[in-house]
């Protein structure tokens, strides 16, 4: 992955919205880590033209479930007769078990998750708006 690619995921940019600004504005013209909210907000704007389809932004993850979403195929390797309620107890119990700091790393994810999430559902309910708008001054001519 490229590295300006990670440093505009890490701050909460979309996978897909990070590719296309990296293609659109090459490194090292613009700083990548300062993109305007007006430039993601054009591409958002861009691609809902393209496909018609606005969907919601996919949920946040809690620092426990960013633990088991890394440690569970794993377990599910050395375990495989593990039903879906026995991984789920055990998870708890190892992510219980974790110390102060490695609890920290996966809580630090999940804030950055949820400050992907906020600002996902922001640009999603402008759209809807907008959407709304268009549909109201479309009926109502």
């Not at 993850?61 to 599910?76: A, D, R, V, W």
């Not at 007769?81 to 994810?109: H, P, V």
């Amino acid at each position: 992955m490229n590295s300006s690619i990670g440093i505009l995921i890490a701050h909460g940019i979309p996978p897909g919205i990070a590719n296309a600004l990296i293609e659109k504005y090459p490194p090292p013209v613009p700083d990548l880590t300062k993109v305007s909210t007006q430039l993601i907000k054009k591409e958002l704007k861009s691609r809902c033209k393209r496909y018609r389809k606005v969907v919601p932004p996919s949920p946040f993850l809690t620092g426990l479930q960013m633990f088991s979403k890394e440690k569970s195929p794993g377990i599910m390797e050395e375990n495989p007769t593990l039903n879906m309620d026995e991984l789920n107890n055990l998870l708890t119990k190892m992510y219980e078990q974790l110390g102060e700091e490695q609890r920290k790393a996966y809580e630090n994810l999940a804030i950055v998750d949820h400050k992907r999430w906020e600002m996902e559902m922001r640009f999603y309910e402008h759209f809807v708006s907008e959407a709304s708008r268009n549909d109201e001054d479309a009926s109502s001519s």
